[in-house]
């Protein structure tokens, strides 16, 4: 091919939807596309992918490329693909997928089934061992939906036509944030591409290195009276799966410099998408050895399979786990979410927390019954001030069931220096290939 013929297909590939899309992804001038001339029958591969670096952090990425062809898949783009996971695999760095493409080349039958399957071993080979994040700009139906909800992080526009879905329905991102598919809603395809691009700042290159470190800051001042924000460092927090499982608020943050992981409960009974939402969370920064911090204030659960899952992937992960009781850790929740005995390496308490082994007027019945002899509309305020004398944070860290009792104004510089104490932190584990639960 001539010169002329290389910059002329050079050319029509950059004019592509896709291509802009990759390189708005990437910091300027870094992208370097791989099998740029690729063919998939008459056109080039419906996908773009290279490599490039994120700011400065090396990063691959693909962007389907609904200009050809719809961006079906076809043996060529899933050949494309295959190639991307490979160096992915090989360098230790993470891979983001741009998805736009009306579905795969049925006439390639068995070739395509085939190529499809190779992507999605590609994918499951590479979980936990670099992130994967997913972005839906649009269609994406069939074996496309499901290679996108494999990976870690999905972000979705709410712009994307006909969405996320395995059964050819037509799942908005509205449906597949409340379902728990979407992590993130972005209002357009530019706001996506740009959470991808924050998203990159908060997570290693893969499961050997730590995420990216940042300066110290001050605690934002946004008048929320929030404990969490009173605490991470400035305004600098990725929200993840807000529409799915109200009960719990996960995030990623920064603390001292340091990317951490945020589980905040508020109180109420982790429902199953809440305690499903935090097993999934926890276990994804447990391979990656993100600290997770634990806002713990809760007074059960309301699934029992859910809450296996989660204190299982609590008890299970063996990255940093700090726990905070700021107000009442009652039964299970105190063990899955903040106990010692199920693996938690340091739990602090506010003054006025509450941990006790069941709902704390049960408690005040059972062990102390002639409190609540008293009138029906009293035994409420009976049983808050049975708890506060005799099942007080004071009282479970005498017991040395909590770590420390710490004033809200010192719980920041506290974790901090718990996350730097525990950085060393090496634990030995079974020999086994995954657990069941």
């Known amino acids: ?30 992208f370097c596309e791989i099998d740029a001339f690729a063919k998939s029958g008459d056109s080039f591969a419906e996908v773009v992918a290279g490599f490039g670096t994120v700011e400065g952090m090396p990063v691959y990425a693909f962007a389907q490329n609904s200009d050809i062809c719809g961006g079906a898949m076809s043996k060529a783009q899933a050949a494309k693909l295959k190639k991307l996971y490979g160096l992915a695999l090989k ?35 590479l979980s936990g061992v670099v992130p994967q994040v997913s972005v839906i700009l649009g269609t994406c139906l069939g074996t496309n939906a499901l290679n996108a909800v494999s990976a870690d992080v999905v972000i979705m526009s709410e712009k994307a036509q006909l969405s996320l879905d395995i059964t050819g329905k037509n799942a908005d991102a509205e449906y597949n ?16 591409i740009e959470m991808a691009k924050e998203l990159m700042t908060f997570l290693p290159s893969n499961n050997l290195i730590l995420a ?24 600098n927090k990725f929200k993840l799966f807000d529409s799915f499982g109200a009960n719990a608020k996960t995030r990623l943050a920064r603390l001292g410099g340091q990317v951490v992981a945020i589980v905040n409960t508020f109180g109420k009974e982790l429902d199953c998408a809440s305690a499903s939402k935090v097993a999934k969370f926890v276990r994804f920064c447990d391979a990656f050895s993100i ?14 399979s859910s809450a296996a899952k989660l204190a299982s992937a609590y008890a299970e992960a063996t990255t940093i786990k700090i726990s905070v009781v700021t107000g ?7 063990i899955a979410l903040a106990g010692t005995g199920a693996n938690a390496d340091v739990v602090y308490a506010l003054p006025n927390a509450i941990i006790s082994p069941v709902n704390v007027e049960a408690a005040a019945f059972i062990m102390a019954p002639e409190t609540m002899k008293v009138a029906v509309n009293e035994q409420t305020a009976a049983a808050e001030k049975f708890a506060e004398e005799n099942l007080s944070a004071f009282n479970a860290a005498q017991n040395g069931y909590v770590d420390g009792i710490v ?30 639960i």
């Open 1 to 30: 091919m001539s010169i002329e013929k290389v910059n002329q297909a050079k050319a029509e590939i950059a004019s592509t939807s896709a291509y802009k899309t990759i390189t708005e992804f990437f910091d300027a001038d870094s």
């Open 91 to 125: 360098t230790g760095a993470p891979i983001v997928g741009f998805y736009d493409s009306v579905g795969g080349r049925v006439a390639q039958s068995s070739e395509l089934l085939a190529g499809c399957g190779e992507v999605l071993n590609s994918a499951a080979s």
């Open 177 to 192: 944030a409340a379902k728990g598919n979407a992590a993130v809603v972005a209002k357009d395809s530019a706001e996506a």
């Open 212 to 235: 990216p470190q940042s300066f110290d800051e001050a605690p934002a001042s946004d008048g929320c009276g929030c404990i969490v924000s009173k605490t991470v460092d400035g305004s």
């Open 291 to 304: 600290p997770v911090i634990t806002f713990a204030n809760c007074n059960g659960f309301e699934s029992l």
């Open 328 to 334: 009442k850790a009652v039964g299970s929740a105190y």
């Open 407 to 436: 004033e809200e104004t010192e719980l920041r510089q506290t974790l901090i220096n718990a996350v730097d104490m525990l950085s060393g932190k090496r634990v030995p584990t079974l020999s086994k290939k995954h657990s069941t």
